[in-house]
């Protein structure tokens, strides 16, 4: 553990902060880890981004390695949270495995709010294998933005689940994991992006006025 790195956007004294974690398989500078922590920082935000040791790993020129065991990837959701000062004024959450694991840890922790960007509902081509038991009891005021046509967990398949009312999902039109959608769709990824991380944004500063009363 330890060698935390953070990518931040936004002002520093702004009054909402967002913790992003990446996924699986592309580092917190990603295109579309770039593509939604501007964006949400273009709307007032402070936007703090780190790597899980893995993609450390990576970057500093190892081999291409899977993701660290669930533990180690939520030992460094804490390490993290308490380098920022506690999760009370912080909105955690990720892309797909990194939002994941934000939600499992976020009641615990007393964070405000959570974000998943494409949560993987259950693995590809396994719907019985669902990754769900946690969000049926979900207290933390929750937004998932999921693609209509996401592998790990489409619109038909998501309205059969049990999920908490403090949950809301925002749909994709006909977008995949990744929120790509079909050409004939008419849509396009940059503007599910930006449709991504305007939701984002409303969301974060919907709890910061909550809160404000």
């Known amino acids: 553990m330890g060698n935390l790195t953070f990518l931040t956007d936004g002002q520093a004294d702004a009054a909402d902060r967002f913790v992003l974690a990446h996924g699986a398989g592309a580092p917190m500078d990603s295109p579309t880890m770039e593509a939604i922590a501007t964006g949400v920082a273009a709307a007032g935000i402070r936007v703090v981004r780190f790597e899980f040791p893995y993609m450390r790993q990576r970057r500093g020129g190892g081999r291409r390695r899977p993701p660290d065991r669930q533990a180690v990837l939520l030992e460094t959701w804490h390490e993290v949270i308490g380098c920022l000062g506690g999760s009370e004024s912080l909105v955690i959450g990720g892309r797909s495995m990194g939002g994941r694991m934000a939600s499992l840890i976020a009641d615990a922790v007393g964070a405000r709010g959570l ?99």
């Open 115 to 213: 974000v998943c960007l494409g949560y993987p509902f259950h693995p590809p081509g396994k719907p019985e294998k669902l990754r769900t038991e946690h969000l049926a009891d979900l207290r933390t005021p929750t937004l998932i933005v999921q693609g209509e046509r996401d592998a790990f967990g489409s619109k038909a398949e998501v309205g059969g689940y049990a999920l908490s009312d403090a949950i809301r999902v925002h749909w994709l039109a006909d977008g995949d994991h990744s929120f790509v959608p079909r050409k004939r769709s008419g849509h396009t990824a940059a503007g599910h992006l930006a449709e991504a991380a305007a939701v984002t944004a409303e969301f974060i500063q919907s709890l910061s006025h909550a809160t404000r009363g």
